[in-house]
């Protein structure tokens, strides 16, 4: 259980590190260029990102599985053909 939360909280602070400093330097070159509310828009949807990722198990929607039921293999077996001349 410890350990759970504790891979959980690590994942948890490499996120929220990596957003922070991606949103600190989006702010200092885009605030001349756009509005201070368009900056703060950003920093909202931090929160609200890491409550998507952190939705339970049944909320999150489910991935379809079809694709990978197809296996493609060639006909012919491919094998390299090498020669020194």
Known sequence: MFETFFNWLLEQQ?????AILFLILLERKLLSHVSARLVYALWALLPACLMLANLPDHLKPIHNQFISQFTITPSNPVTPQLSLS
């Not at 490499?14 to 990596?18: G, K, Q, V």
């Open 14 to 18: 490499l996120f929220i590190s990596c």
